[in-house]
């Protein structure tokens, strides 16, 4: 199983972006996907998970009403990503989580994107 995480750059406050999770490897029946972000010298933090289904989703309080995360097919995995904040620079990484209970914490996500950096400038 292979994640690869794309989409980031710079954008200014208030700005967008679209960040893509695309899949590879064996069949995901059943997974959850999640994004999670990364300031360096702090702890991994939860952003948004999906079910397979693509009927539960949830967020981050910091990031609900501006983030929307979606299941565009099976092997991907878009993080919307609206009204930024300089806040939300960040290292954003995919997750997966052979799981169809949806956590909102790192430790059941078993397989990892390697990161797309996310700035934004105020």
């Known amino acids: 199983v292979q994640l690869q995480a794309s989409g980031g750059g710079l954008v200014q406050a208030g700005g967008s972006l679209r960040l893509s999770c695309t899949a590879s490897?064996?069949?995901?029946?059943?997974?959850?996907m999640g994004w999670f972000r990364q300031i360096p010298g702090k702890r991994r933090e939860f952003a948004a998970a999906?079910?397979?289904?693509?009927?539960?989703t949830y967020y981050a309080d910091s990031v609900k009403g501006r983030f929307t995360i979606s299941r565009d097919s099976a092997k991907n995995t878009p993080l919307q990503m609206n009204s930024l904040k300089p806040e939300d620079t960040a290292v954003y990484y995919c997750?997966?989580?052979?799981?169809?209970?949806?956590?909102?914490?790192?430790?059941?996500?078993?397989?990892w994107g390697q990161g797309t950096q996310v700035t934004v400038s105020s």
């Open positions: 997750a997966l989580a052979s799981t169809r209970v949806v956590p909102t914490n790192s430790g059941p996500y078993n397989y």
């Open positions: 490897g064996r069949p995901f029946s059943g997974a959850t």
């Open positions: 999906i079910s397979w289904s693509g009927s539960t």
